[in-house]
């Protein structure tokens, strides 16, 4: 989450519910096929995604910059792992290395120079042999093209709301570099009902 879901949390409280994504819930069990002990998650929002890596014993680790999601962790969904309150624009946080990095969404949210900044960062922060997961929404989305254009694929569909949409080929673009070893199509459910189609890009970092 970045700044621009402050207001909805207060408002909507727990619209995406209590239970980890699809996304999430492949994540934790690939890791938990890894072996993965640690894992960081930038832009946790109110730690749903969360419990699927924790079912499975894993620490986990959180960067989330509302401070209403952070309250809501902790007090509707009883979660008490560490999370770092600030901008994922900001990280490194700490100097720990994790063996897992799993970022739902939120990279789709910032400009180019932000999502290659992330990237690296959460490239600079895995362990050796570690894994990242990066979860993007697909041009097929419906939405696709709604708004402003801001660049290939980027438009601003509201104040504040800008996204940049995946296909094969960005995503190879954007993630090839930082140990892309597959990507695969998966559908997300939405607030409401239906689902929109995302992308779940796995990258690896050599021993």
């Known amino acids: 989450m970045i700044e621009m879901w402050e207001p909805a949390y207060a408002e909507k409280q727990l619209i995406w519910g209590t239970e980890p994504t699809a996304s999430a819930v492949i994540a934790s069990d690939y890791f938990a096929r890894m072996g993965v002990k640690d894992v960081l998650i930038p832009g946790v929002g109110y730690g749903r995604n969360a419990k699927g ?6 620490s986990v680790t959180g960067i989330e910059i509302s401070d209403s999601a952070i309250k809501l962790a902790r007090s509707q969904l009883a979660l008490q792992f560490p999370i770092f ?3 994922v624009t900001d990280m490194p ?3 720990k290395l994790y063996d897992g990095i799993f970022c739902y969404g939120l990279i789709y949210l910032l400009n180019p120079a932000g999502r290659a900044k992330l990237i690296q960062d959460c490239w600079q922060q895995l362990a050796p042999g570690g894994c990242m997961i990066f979860t993007v929404i697909s041009k097929t989305a419906p939405m696709y093209g709604q708004g402003v254009k801001l660049g290939d694929d ?6 504040g709301l800008q996204m940049v ?6 995503v190879e673009r954007e993630f090839g570099a930082h140990g892309m070893v597959e990507f ?24």
């Open 184 to 207: 695969s199509e998966i559908d997300e459910a939405m607030p409401g009902g239906g689902t929109f189609p995302f992308f779940n890009v796995v990258c690896k970092k050599p021993l």
């Open 93 to 95: 946080f700490d100097n």
């Open 85 to 87: 309150h600030g901008s």
């Open 154 to 159: 980027w438009f601003e569909r509201g104040p």
């Open 53 to 58: 890596f924790l079912s499975h014993g894993m």
């Open 165 to 170: 949409y995946y296909d094969a080929a960005s």
